[in-house]
């Protein structure tokens, strides 16, 4: 049975219930099959399916690996598409008797139909799979504790840049970065777009935004002590995770190359910075108040006469795209900010606009905990105080740690970090005020001490 004229319906209804659609916000005018792959025959069976979907003027493609089954295990009705002919249609993601096939075809770097699995070593293929819950713009599947395996599920044409930076920094031999085991691409229209990628399962690894979490909380239950003096004092571990950012920063430029962004190039990303300030400003009345410091940073930024260096970077760095092993800090996800396009995600930039991303990070670290009162209690300017406390002292250790190995020093380029910290504050306000309006204050805030504090890491704070 070929599903290619009877699913689009189907998949129309179940693609806003996903977390990884990123169309959330508009109708769905129409849903095409581009291309339909099986896999496994018989029952269950697999499909791979790619989708077009248009809404207005905007078409976007986005990967389904669809099972079959005559039957559905109880295990599998929450992952059910619709039926079809009476066959139950699944997001086969979930089955684990199917997903084992991408992990054998990987290990047999083989091509089906428009199809190309590869592996860069010999791998194990009989291992079962584990659908993570943790993501949204992605699916990825955890075989074992050895492999991680993400499928992205909204195709870009091109090489995916979390495959393209991780190829580059394994060449490299950097030791922050999981290992590379293989991936699976798929030529469309005469291009070839990034399918998934499988990795390195680090299974010692803890989340750094549930490290830094644990930390705040600690300091929060004791009322009397400072950041520093909490047995659950973050400091060595952020200034270790600075470290490791610029190492794997330099493993990046040695892998890519460096280039120069001239003065005409920083007055241009100066401009782009004031036009985001302009239109947060229409959106969200609350940071008129800050807009003159803002621009006042924007304009330090613009007047810079020397060219300054640029080189591949993250692109989309915070506290949850790190995870601390037993052997140290490791980086993950590579691919930029989704809703960005990939020409622009490839773009070289500037390496403090990773370090800014990583200080914003920081912020809310300390401050998320203070949404609503709920997670805690006590005073609100004492727990205020607090958060800016812990934030500050991490913020100075993160930075400290950077600079010590080798990347550029914030505190010795205030114009810059300042300009790159602010515009992400200015994208937070956008965000939170769209999405999460109680979460509004916690940029805001920032906005507002940032504007009274000198250049991070500087010996001052």
């Given at each position: 049975m070929r599903l290619t004229e009877r699913l689009d319906d189907l998949i129309a209804d179940w693609l806003p219930r996903q977390r990884w659609f990123a169309g959330k916000d508009r109708g769905i005018d129409d849903v095409s099959v581009v291309t339909e792959t099986e896999l496994v025959s018989g029952d269950p069976s697999l499909r791979h399916v790619v989708i077009a979907v248009r809404q207005g003027e905007q078409v976007d493609r986005y990967q389904v690996p669809v099972g079959l089954r005559r039957e559905l295990p109880g295990r599998l009705e929450y992952a059910e598409i619709g039926r079809v002919d009476g066959v139950h249609v699944y997001d086969a993601v979930h089955d684990p008797d199917l997903t084992r096939v991408l992990l054998e075809k990987m290990a047999d770097c083989a091509d089906v139909g428009p199809l190309a699995f590869r592996s860069i070593s010999g791998l194990e293929t009989d291992l079962d799979s584990l659908a993570s819950p943790a993501e949204q713009s992605n699916t990825s599947l955890i075989y074992g504790d050895v492999y991680i395996c993400k499928l992205f599920r909204r195709l870009t044409p091109g090489i995916n840049p979390d495959l393209e930076l991780s190829r580059g920094l394994m060449g490299a031999g950097s030791k922050h970065v999981p290992a590379l085991h293989g991936w699976i691409s798929c030529e469309l229209d005469g291009t070839v777009s990034t399918l998934a990628m499988l990795s390195e399962f680090l299974r010692t690894g803890t989340d750094g935004w549930q490290l830094a979490g644990t930390s705040v909380r600690d300091l929060y239950a004791e009322a009397d002590l400072h950041a520093d003096e909490v047995g659950g004092d973050f400091a060595a571990e952020s200034e270790r995770l600075g470290a490791a950012t610029a190492e794997v920063h330099r493993d990046l430029a040695t892998a890519f190359g460096t280039g120069v962004m001239s003065a005409r190039d920083v007055r241009e990303l100066a401009r782009q910075m004031h036009d985001r300030l302009s239109e947060a400003c229409a959106t969200v009345p609350q940071l008129v108040a800050y807009a003159g410091g803002l621009s006042e940073a924007f304009d330090a930024f613009a007047k810079i006469d020397e060219p300054l260096m640029v080189q591949r970077v993250h692109g989309d760095f915070h506290l949850g795209q790190v995870m601390r092993t037993e052997t140290g800090w490791m980086l993950l996800d590579f691919e930029g900010e989704p809703a960005k396009p990939l020409e622009e995600r490839r773009r070289p930039a500037h390496p403090l606009r990773d370090v800014a991303g990583m200080l914003r990070s920081y912020d809310y670290a300390a401050r998320h905990l203070l949404v609503n009162g709920k997670?805690?209690?006590?005073?609100?300017?004492?727990?205020?105080?607090?958060?800016?406390?812990?934030?500050?002292?991490?913020?100075?250790?993160?930075?400290?740690?950077?600079?010590?190995?080798?990347?550029?020093?914030?505190?010795?380029?205030?114009?810059?970090?300042?300009?790159?910290?602010?515009?992400?504050?200015?994208?937070?306000?956008?965000?939170?005020?769209?999405?999460?309006?109680?979460?509004?204050?916690?940029?805001?805030?920032?906005?507002a001490a940032l504007s009274a504090s000198p250049t991070p890491g500087s010996p001052t704070r």
């Open positions: 997670a805690v209690s006590g005073n609100p300017d004492q727990l205020e105080d607090r958060a800016h406390e812990w934030a500050e002292r991490n913020r100075m250790a993160f930075c400290r740690g950077y600079a010590e190995a080798g990347g550029v020093d914030p505190a010795a380029h205030e114009e810059i970090i300042r300009a790159f910290e602010f515009d992400k504050a200015v994208y937070e306000v956008m965000y939170e005020a769209r999405n999460r309006p109680s979460w509004l204050h916690i940029p805001l805030g920032s906005i």
